[in-house]
């Protein structure tokens, strides 16, 4: 059974400037969590459709594997997993224009192995949800603190909803 998970959240920020950040790889570092222990082994650069991103995280490390097939220029693109803990991934990172700034969304898709599919679910759902707050929280805070600091508002999340597709 295929899920899906959606985490949103405004930057207080152009477009261009949140997607800049996101579109460099580096950053994956800076923006996730400590317990994640991310660490880039290879990544295209400049990002691009058909650029590839390996990466190993936290005990017991897993390697992931995932290749960008669509990339549109600061408004979207979407990495793919070839290799790795899922037996399906494809995450959307959507950049929106705001009244305030920019409006983050990722649309993560994915199966679990069917073995640990029933029980899994739930804690992978509970995980997403951690780490894409974080993500979201630490972009914000990064991109803040460039240059002259923003006064805006504090961090909000707009929303965050999970559902499974049937079929």
């Known amino acids: 059974m295929r899920h899906s998970f959606s985490y949103s959240s405004i930057i207080f920020a152009p477009r261009e400037e949140v997607w800049a950040f996101y579109n460099d790889t580096k950053n994956i570092n800076l923006i996730s969590p400590k317990y994640a222990r991310v660490k880039i082994e290879r990544a295209d650069m400049p990002m691009r459709a058909d650029s590839e991103i390996i990466t190993t995280l936290w005990p017991p490390k897993i390697r992931w594997h995932v290749k960008v097939v669509e990339h549109l220029a600061n408004h979207h ?32 898709e994915f199966t679990l192995p069917p073995l640990i599919h029933w029980l899994a679910t739930p804690i992978v759902h509970l995980l997403l949800k951690m780490y894409f707050a974080h993500r979201h929280r630490m972009t914000r805070n990064l991109i803040e603190n460039r240059g002259i600091r923003r006064k805006m508002p504090r961090f909000q999340t707009i929303s965050m909803d999970r559902h499974s597709l049937h079929g």
């Open 77 to 108: 693109f979407v990495d793919q997993q070839v290799s790795g803990p899922f037996r399906f991934w494809r995450h959307t990172h959507l950049f929106e224009p705001s009244d305030v700034g920019t409006k983050l969304t990722d649309k993560v």
